[in-house]
């Protein structure tokens, strides 16, 4: 797999730092961000430009009193108990918990939702709710299963949270990730050595449009 | 106060709101709360304004951007982030949610990015300091064209061909001056740089 710089793709870490990726490419961003020290340092740098513009903005003229209603709003969430966080109340699961920050809640919360679901022999996924339009599946693959082939109109976009699969193209361990298009047929096989979570992101035959469509670009290894 | 040359926050006054947040978060110190608000408020209301929403519609979004951090306040690190960048996330990640909210209202989910990742492996450890003051340093060092195009992208959050047509450049500008400030902020050496020397 060539190795592609992280800054050849500055428009994704811009894209994420204004908040204008797709969740579920979000998600796929943070959680390889997670495994991928260069795309963690990458973001960091992103959000920290961000936050420097925010500082160099130019005050814009709020409204009389707006300082005053915000700490009438604070006093007032104080006495209500202040716990307007009503803690997410997600179940236990040993794996599930193991995964990396941004995966563990949408994960526990789907596996606590919907549940998983039995794809084959040894492989189980989990549909995420994360808020995208896009279908976004956490795989676990257990050593020697392969994913049965699966059409999809569109691409799909597979990173390796832990463990690893091998496929026709190659292997791919944690923090890479795997592109395939329509036509591409791949199974891959769980390697032998652990399960495997892998994180997926299929656009269904949606046409990218804008900024999603640069994702395509995006390899892990 | 600012740092007239880039705009920029000095310092002291970095080291000040980082203080203003731990009060916050360990007295729930309302005075320090309104410093915050009185110098970063002003200053969410522009970028909502830039980004489109009314003048109402922006300062409702400061005030509750504002009143998010005094709710999160205890998850602020100063060693992870100056207030700034944290700010700017909860003001991102807040959009992102009342814009879930209108479509999607039974998804109330934390921000998880607002939290310092609970376990960072000790090899895998970015620098945050570090990148903290490298980014501010070489942001100082920019030229105006590439400052003007990395705001546009990570600040109004365009697109290089959205940027491209707003600025009337070529997109292969676009996208060569971007990812050299970008990679100047990164600390990678830029190759043409090198050859050129």
């Given at each position: 797999?060539?190795?592609?710089?992280?800054s050849a793709?500055g428009e994704?870490?811009s894209a994420?730092?204004a908040?204008r990726?797709?969740?579920?490419?979000?998600?796929?961003?943070?959680?390889?961000?997670?495994?991928?020290?260069?795309?963690?340092?990458?973001?960091?740098?992103?959000?920290?430009v961000?936050?420097?513009m925010?500082?160099?903005?130019?005050?814009?003229?709020?409204?009389?009193?707006?300082?005053?209603?915000?700490?009438?709003?604070?006093?007032?969430?104080?006495?209500?108990?202040?716990?307007?966080?009503?803690?997410?109340?997600?179940?236990?699961?040993?794996?599930?918990?193991?995964?990396?920050?941004?995966?563990?809640?949408?994960?526990?919360?789907?596996?606590?939702?919907?549940?998983?679901?039995?794809?084959?022999?040894?492989?189980?996924?989990?549909?995420?709710?994360?808020?995208?339009?896009?279908?976004?599946?956490?795989?676990?693959?257990?050593?020697?299963?392969?994913?049965?082939?699966?059409?999809?109109?569109?691409?799909?976009?597979?990173?390796?949270?832990?463990?690893?699969?091998?496929?026709?193209?190659?292997?791919?361990?944690?923090?890479?990730?795997?592109?395939?298009?329509?036509?591409?047929?791949?199974?891959?096989?769980?390697?032998?050595?652990?399960?495997?979570?892998?994180?997926?992101?299929?656009?269904?035959?949606?046409?990218?449009?804008g900024v999603?469509g640069l994702?395509?670009?995006?390899?892990?290894? | 106060?600012?740092?007239?040359?880039?705009?920029?926050?000095?310092?002291?006054?970095?080291?000040?709101?980082?203080?203003?947040?731990?009060?916050?978060?360990?007295?729930?110190?309302?005075?320090?709360?309104?410093?915050?608000?009185?110098?970063?408020?002003?200053?969410?209301?522009?970028?909502?304004?830039r980004?489109?929403?009314?003048?109402?519609?922006?300062?409702?979004?400061?005030?509750?951007?504002?009143?998010?951090?005094?709710?999160?306040?205890?998850?602020?690190?100063?060693?992870?982030?100056?207030?700034?960048?944290?700010?700017?996330?909860?003001?991102?990640?807040?959009?992102?949610?009342?814009?879930?909210?209108?479509?999607?209202?039974?998804?109330?989910?934390?921000?998880?990015?607002?939290?310092?990742?609970?376990?960072?492996?000790?090899?895998?450890?970015?620098?945050?300091?570090?990148?903290?003051?490298?980014?501010?340093?070489?942001?100082?060092?920019l030229p105006p064209d590439q400052l003007q195009l990395l705001q546009a992208a990570f600040y109004d959050g365009l697109s290089h061909s959205e940027i491209a047509e707003a600025y009337d450049l070529p997109l292969g500008t676009v996208k060569s001056r971007i990812r050299r400030a970008f990679d100047r902020?990164?600390?990678?050496?830029d190759?043409e740089?090198?050859?050129?020397?």
């Amino acid at each position: 797999m060539p190795t592609s710089p992280a800054s050849a793709f500055g428009e994704l870490y811009s894209a994420y730092a204004a908040g204008r990726l797709d969740p579920a490419f979000a998600l796929l961003l943070e959680t390889q961000s997670m495994l991928r020290p260069q795309v963690r340092q990458a973001m960091a740098v992103g959000e920290t430009v961000s936050g420097l513009m925010l500082e160099r903005d130019q005050p814009a003229a709020m409204s009389a009193n707006a300082g005053v209603r915000a700490l009438a709003m604070i006093d007032e969430m104080e006495a209500a108990g202040g716990a307007l966080d009503a803690a997410l109340r997600l179940p236990e699961e040993p794996e599930l918990s193991d995964l990396p920050e941004p995966l563990r809640e949408p994960a526990l919360r789907a596996y606590g939702g919907k549940g998983w679901q039995n794809l084959a022999s040894g492989i189980r996924r989990l549909g995420l709710d994360v808020g995208s339009a896009l279908e976004v599946e956490l795989y676990r693959i257990q050593p020697g299963a392969r994913v049965p082939r699966h059409t999809h109109g569109g691409q799909e976009f597979t990173l390796v949270v832990s463990g690893g699969f091998s496929d026709e193209t190659g292997s791919y361990g944690p923090g890479d990730m795997a592109i395939n298009g329509p036509e591409d047929t791949h199974q891959p096989v769980g390697d032998a050595d652990g399960i495997c979570y892998a994180l997926a992101v299929r656009d269904s035959g949606l046409r990218f449009t804008g900024v999603m469509g640069l994702v395509q670009r995006l390899l892990g290894k | 106060m600012n740092d007239t040359a880039t705009g920029t926050i000095s310092p002291a006054v970095r080291e000040y709101h980082a203080d203003c947040m731990a009060r916050i978060a360990g007295s729930k110190c309302r005075e320090s709360f309104s410093e915050l608000f009185d110098f970063y408020a002003p200053r969410l209301k522009s970028y909502m304004l830039r980004l489109g929403a009314s003048d109402i519609e922006a300062e409702d979004l400061a005030q509750d951007v504002m009143v998010t951090v005094w709710r999160k306040a205890e998850q602020y690190d100063r060693k992870l982030a100056s207030v700034s960048t944290w700010i700017f996330r909860v003001a991102r990640n807040r959009r992102i949610d009342r814009l879930r909210r209108v479509t999607r209202p039974e998804l109330d989910a934390e921000e998880p990015m607002l939290r310092p990742p609970e376990i960072e492996k000790p090899e895998d450890t970015i620098n945050r300091v570090q990148i903290e003051q490298t980014v501010r340093e070489e942001l100082a060092k920019l030229p105006p064209d590439q400052l003007q195009l990395l705001q546009a992208a990570f600040y109004d959050g365009l697109s290089h061909s959205e940027i491209a047509e707003a600025y009337d450049l070529p997109l292969g500008t676009v996208k060569s001056r971007i990812r050299r400030a970008f990679d100047r902020l990164r600390g990678v050496l830029d190759n043409e740089d090198i050859s050129d020397a």
